[in-house]
């Protein structure tokens, strides 16, 4: 953050269940999904989960298939568990909160 990047500070939240399902829906556009993998637990896998960190898992579990099995269709519910395994959420709970106070107060929060 310098002087003349940008005239504002925005805060925008980690997605909320309903954004996450949206960006799963549009991500599953491009990625075929087998019929085992379940949205809904997805979303609920994925909570404090950024909107890229949410496409890092599904870019992960369709490298994951491929590995498996270059001529793979659809990408399937096991390779979305282990992309979970290997793409974790990196937004700390305390910067969450300090966004959050910023957002609320309209100050400094260092």
Same mark, same amino acid.
Do not use: N
């Given at each position: 953050m310098r002087?003349?990047?940008?005239?504002?500070?925005?805060?925008?939240? $980690?997605?909320?269940?309903?954004?996450?399902?949206? /960006? #799963? !829906?549009? @991500? #599953?556009?491009?990625?075929? &999904?087998?019929?085992? &993998?379940? @949205?809904?637990?997805l979303v609920? *896998?994925?909570?404090?989960? !950024?909107?890229?960190? /949410? %496409?890092?898992?599904?870019?992960?579990?369709? @490298? $994951?298939? $491929?590995?498996?099995?270059?001529?793979? *269709?659809?990408?399937? %519910?096991?390779?979305?568990? %282990?992309?979970?395994?290997?793409?974790?959420?990196?937004v700390p709970?305390? $910067?969450? *909160? !300090?966004?959050?106070?910023?957002?609320? *107060?309209?100050? %400094? #929060? #260092?």
């Open positions: 002087p003349g990047r940008l005239d504002r500070i925005v805060y925008v939240p $980690l997605p909320d269940p309903r954004t996450r399902r949206d /960006i #799963f !829906s549009i @991500l #599953f556009r491009t990625t075929p &999904v087998a019929d085992d &993998v379940c @949205l809904d637990h609920a *896998q994925t909570d404090k989960y !950024s909107g890229a960190e /949410i %496409a890092a898992v599904c870019r992960e579990a369709a @490298l $994951l298939a $491929l590995q498996e099995d270059m001529a793979v *269709q659809r990408v399937g %519910a096991g390779h979305f568990r %282990a992309a979970l395994g290997v793409v974790r959420p990196r709970d305390d $910067l969450v *909160q !300090s966004y959050r106070r910023y957002q609320q *107060q309209g100050t %400094a #929060f #260092f």
